[in-house]
């Protein structure tokens, strides 16, 4: 049997379950599994300048690929609390990453030794498996269990604690007789689907909401032949965005009080059943649930059985994992289609698209400052099918889904349960590391940008190049919007005179100057005419010196975007102009029609 440190076995277990690139930031408590991750080689580490940025990077890196988990690993201390925003991200939208920390002796953790805390207690409501490994010897068997719990059922995240003692301590573990624990995931039963889909075939205006779940199962071509078999209808969540390309004569947009479309909304309440699978019912989709409810069947398959009836209580639920029950969809609706039991769903689905032809928001506008529409239309234009967008919130994510076009799945990566500011940054590195041929295209509102702007220079250190669309309004600007409930325009602008870059007016931070000091390159926009330009240049630098390109627009102050004021989907208010001729919506999916 081999002998070895535990934290050698540790970097061989990772390995061997298929780990190549790994996030974090060294330190005392750690150094001995750094030095085993050297000594072992066979894993790239992309350093990070925050460890809280080395979870988001983890975190962008398992969403790019099916399969992927991100591992992201700090000291001791506020190493693992930095973390906790990133595995609380992880575990509300069901990301696998593992977060492997240091820690203090074993015999000094409870003695307030420096950086010595409890990091498992903190961790474990926001993971599916925290713990301190205290034995040596149980190392392996903690790595294993985490990759079986981290893929099985509903994927998550660990965080596996690991003292400097307990990492320098040699171990008997034979690497090469190693193999990962079969994962666990729940399959619907024949009998279930045949129920479901007799409920589906007795509605007149069915419609398919896909969730996450779909694209983390890597399920979306059997989605796809799916609602082709049965020609319903598909509304793609947010974090189903790409499930089915945009322009495909199946989406019906998508549906809710922020990240909706007018056409999604509309078609949704003209629905009388829905078919939710992979998708958990998120309040900004659903809103008030009398109105998302009333006069709707709801059949909903998902992972997690404590997902059935935890928003509401649907008419039928199945606990399954989404592929394993898409499997049977399709062959339930073969059989039905050849035996002439499906309905003809083709004058409801040319509705859909007749919505479609006719709802469309304006985005064309010439004005000087820009308004964020045309930024979104320019990019529609700029970026192709394969780029992989990636942003997280504010008014900025909220307007991009709104009116970009995604057509595959993953190359919309979004935080959606948490999130948190400054996630973009470092979210689009780790995507980038995991597709390094891709057209990464981040997106972000000023204040996000500026909560991690320092992993720009991970991106300039490690030739991570991806072009970063910077639409600053020096303003809060989501936050802004909702104080006009309350009357109030309150700690949320952030203008200020620059005394070293006067040209900048009120627009406070040098983004471009801060950019070029960490080592990227920068353009600023201010005229709508010159977003094209600019995009195309930010390709060709990105191309040619490897570096993060951040291309910022200098947008009108204050600009409200399409969004409910009632949490009522049947309420939206359009704060800006319609798009009533074609002129107005130039790169909509379908050319609009009055």
């Known amino acids: 049997m081999a002998r070895m440190t535990a934290a050698r076995a540790a970097v061989e277990i990772l390995k061997r379950e298929g780990v190549t690139a790994a996030f974090g930031v060294p330190g005392a408590a750690i150094n001995p599994f750094y030095a085993a991750l050297k000594a072992s080689g066979g894993i790239t580490h992309t350093l990070a300048r925050h460890v809280e940025g080395a979870s988001h990077m983890a975190e962008g890196y398992t969403r790019t690929r099916p399969g992927n988990i991100g591992v992201c690993i700090g ?50 409501p926001v993971t599916k498996m925290a713990v301190t490994v205290l034995e040596a010897a149980q190392v392996p068997g903690v790595f294993q269990k985490a990759f079986h719990l981290m893929r099985s059922g509903r994927p998550g995240p660990v965080l596996i604690d690991l003292p400097v003692d307990v990492q320098q301590t040699e171990i008997e573990f034979d690497p090469e007789t190693y193999e990962p624990l079969p994962v666990y ?46 020609g319903v209808p598909v509304v793609p969540t947010l974090m189903g965005w790409g499930v089915l390309p945009d322009d495909h004569e199946l989406n019906a947009g998508m549906v809710g009080l922020q990240t909706s479309h007018r056409y999604g909304n509309a078609t949704f309440l003209e629905s009388d059943f829905v078919l939710g699978i992979g998708n958990r019912w998120a309040n900004r989709h659903t809103g008030k649930l009398d109105v998302y409810t009333a006069g709707r069947t709801f059949v909903h398959v998902d992972v997690e059985p404590t997902q059935i009836g935890r928003i509401f209580a649907a008419d039928y639920g199945i606990a399954s994992d989404a592929k394993a029950a898409l499997e049977l969809f399709v062959e339930a609706a073969r059989e039905a289609r050849d035996a002439g039991r499906l309905p003809d769903r083709a004058d409801w689905a040319a509705a859909a698209q007749e919505r479609r032809a006719t709802l469309q928001r304006r985005t064309h506008f010439d004005d000087v400052p820009i308004k964020p529409q045309r930024v979104y239309e320019e990019m529609n234009k700029a970026f192709g099918p394969e780029t992989r ?41 780790g995507v980038a590391v995991a597709d390094p041929e891709a057209q990464v295209v981040a997106l972000s509102g000023d204040y996000d940008f500026q909560f991690m702007i320092e992993e720009l220079a991970v991106g300039a250190q490690h030739r991570i190049p991806y072009v970063h669309v910077l639409v600053n309004n020096s303003y809060l600007g989501l936050i802004r919007q909702a104080q006009r409930a309350f009357d109030i325009d309150f700690q949320v602008n952030l203008e200020f005179e620059n005394v070293n870059s006067p040209e900048l007016g009120v627009y406070g931070v ?57 949490n009522d989907i049947g309420n939206v208010v359009e704060f800006e102009e319609l798009a009533t001729e074609p002129s107005h919506a130039p790169t909509s999916i379908r050319p609009l029609r009055s």
């Open 389 to 429: 967008y990636v942003s997280t919130i504010g008014l900025s994510q909220i307007a991009g889904a709104q009116m970009l076009h995604v057509y595959r799945p993953r190359h919309w990566i979004n935080c959606g349960q948490a999130g948190p500011l400054g996630w973009t940054i470092p979210a689009a590195l």
């Open 510 to 566: 040098d983004h471009v100057k801060v950019a070029e000091g960490l080592g990227c390159k920068a353009i600023r926009v201010t005229d709508p005419g010159e977003l094209g330009a600019a995009f195309e240049q930010a390709k060709k630098l990105a191309a040619e010196f490897r570096v993060p390109v951040v291309v910022e627009a200098i947008l009108e102050r204050v600009t409200n975007i399409a969004m409910s004021t009632t």
């Open 185 to 230: 995931k729940p399959a619907a039963t024949r009998a279930q689907i045949d129920k479901a889909l007799a409920m589906l075939n007795a509605a007149e205006r069915p419609l398919i909401v896909a969730g996450g779940g779909v694209i983390t199962a890597d399920a979306s071509e059997l989605l796809v032949e799916f609602a082709e078999l049965t």
């Open 75 to 124: 000291t001791s201390g506020p190493a693992g609390t930095d973390m906790i925003t990133g595995l609380y991200s992880a575990i509300g939208d069901s990301i696998p990453i593992l977060c492997i920390t240091g820690q203090a002796p074993t015999a000094v953790i409870h003695k307030e030794d420096f950086q010595a805390v409890d990091i498992a207690s903190i961790a474990r």
